[in-house]
């Protein structure tokens, strides 16, 4: 039953995040082959609806919106403006098998470099807000040298 639900709930996320309501235009990776640097995200394509905690991924860069939740994304060597969005699941009210799910955005600016990874952070902090961040190695706790970060959704009352 719960895989029914979860497989349920991923449908439904991929049906909304397919028909964005947003005019932004779809964002076109460099082509294969052609310097870039890497975003490494948590797609829940990829890994399925997660049992506890959060979920992030690349959701425009420059302005520009990407594929629907997406798993990783390639920018071409430079600055770019990159929105991370975070899914970050709380328990529902309607019993132990239902949840909602509170979405926080940030949009990290800095010079990414060709060849590099950069990967994707999302972490409930107290199960009310999140810290989403970028990182040049798997297990880093912050933003690499030079990049900064600004909320543009569901903003804490502290920063990010």
């Known amino acids: 039953m719960c895989?029914?639900?979860?497989a349920a709930a991923l449908s439904l996320l991929?049906?909304?995040?397919?028909?964005?309501?947003?005019?932004r235009p779809r964002y076109q990776a460099p082509p294969t082959g052609a310097p870039a640097a890497e975003l490494v995200g948590h797609s829940m394509v990829a890994t399925g609806l997660p049992s506890r905690g959060s979920v992030g991924h690349v959701s425009f860069?420059?302005?520009?919106?990407?594929?629907?939740?997406?798993?990783?994304?390639?920018?071409?060597p430079g600055v770019h403006?990159?929105?991370?969005?975070?899914f970050v699941k709380k328990p529902?009210?309607?019993g132990p098998f239902y949840f909602n799910w509170d979405v926080h955005q940030v949009a990290?600016?800095?010079?990414?470099?060709?060849g590099q990874k950069y990967y994707v952070r999302c972490e409930a902090t107290d199960g009310e807000t999140a810290r989403i961040w970028v990182a040049d190695s798997p297990?880093?706790?912050s933003l690499p040298q030079g990049f900064n970060s600004v909320c543009t959704r569901s903003c804490p009352g502290s920063g990010y």
């Open 139 to 141: 297990d880093a706790q």
């Open 92 to 94: 529902s009210d309607a």
């Open 81 to 86: 403006r990159v929105g991370i969005d975070c």
């Open 61 to 76: 860069v420059d302005g520009m919106e990407t594929s629907s939740l997406s798993g990783n994304v390639r920018v071409a």
């Open 108 to 114: 990290i600016t800095g010079s990414f470099v060709a």
């Open 14 to 23: 991929c049906a909304c995040a397919s028909t964005s309501s947003t005019s």
């Open 3 to 6: 895989a029914a639900l979860g």
